[in-house]
T-cell receptor
Framework: GAGVSQSPSNKVTEKGKDVELRCDPI?????LYWYRQRLGQGLEFLIY????????KSGLPSDRFSAERTGESVSTLTIQRTQQEDSAVYLC???????????????FGSGTRLTVV | SQQGEEDPQALSIQEGENATMNCSYK?????LQWYRQNSGRGLVHLIL?????REKHSGRLRVTLDTSKKSSSLLITASRAADTASYFC????????????FGQGTRLTINP
């Protein structure tokens, strides 16, 4: 597609429920990244994919968080047993190459705003 | 800890004035990038400067990089109301260069 697409754009869920967030990167982009942004804060790295592999999962906050990528395309971020502190905007980005997207930078999606009540 | 730290946290200026934002970082970098974010959603890539570059221009944007001081600045000239947004610097360090580490951002407000 023309850009990075994320769905849903907004999600309200009850504490304890599981949620799945989806990211469709730009076709042909090798690298895919997930970040979390709490209100008024900077971006917190969660995980990145090179192809379908995740060499760096160091930012995942707990074992309730997992992510996968298939077909070197779509990625899903799953949060199990959601807690109120999980409320944030979850941003996905893709880049043509690694090294921080060294040739063209990242292209971000519009994010999923998750609210846990 | 955050690699990039922006300064100031918030900046309010009159339309037509120039806006300068600064970023400091801690480790050796491969490149440094600036992004803009409107309304707390997706970020837009503005400009990328590599570690062997000192200055780069793009339209009304000018970025400088001083690797000896581990700092960068973003200058927006002749500001417009549409420039109102949050601006983030992001670094790709030589170690762990595969991901960008973002700072906390500068909230820029352009008053008409």
């Amino acid at each position: 597609g023309a850009g990075v697409s994320q769905s849903p754009s907004n999600k309200v869920t009850e504490k304890g429920k599981d949620v799945e967030l989806r990211c469709d990167p730009i076709s042909g982009h090798t690298a895919l990244y997930w970040y979390r942004q709490r209100l008024g804060q900077g971006l917190e790295f969660l995980i990145y994919f090179q192809g379908n592999s995740a060499p760096d999962k160091s930012g995942l906050p707990s074992d309730r968080f997992s992510a996968e990528r298939t077909g070197e395309s779509v990625s899903t971020l799953t949060i199990q047993r959601t807690q109120q502190e999980d409320s944030a905007v979850y941003l996905c980005a893709s880049s043509l190459d690694l090294a921080g997207g060294a040739s063209t930078g990242y292209t971000f999606g519009s994010g999923t705003r998750l609210t846990v009540v | 800890s955050q690699q990039g730290e922006e300064d100031p946290q918030a900046l309010s200026i009159q339309e037509g004035e120039n806006a300068t934002m600064n970023c400091s970082y801690k480790t050796s970098i491969n490149n440094l990038q600036w992004y803009r974010q409107n309304s707390g959603r997706g970020l837009v890539h503005l400009i990328l400067i590599r570690s062997n570059e000192r200055e780069k221009h793009s339209g009304r944007l000018r970025v400088t990089l001083d690797t000896s001081k581990k700092s960068s600045s973003l200058l927006i000239t002749a500001s417009r109301a549409a420039d109102t947004a949050s601006y983030f610097c992001a670094t790709a360090s030589i170690q762990g260069a595969q991901k960008l580490v973002f700072g906390q951002g500068t909230r820029l407000t352009i008053n008409p």
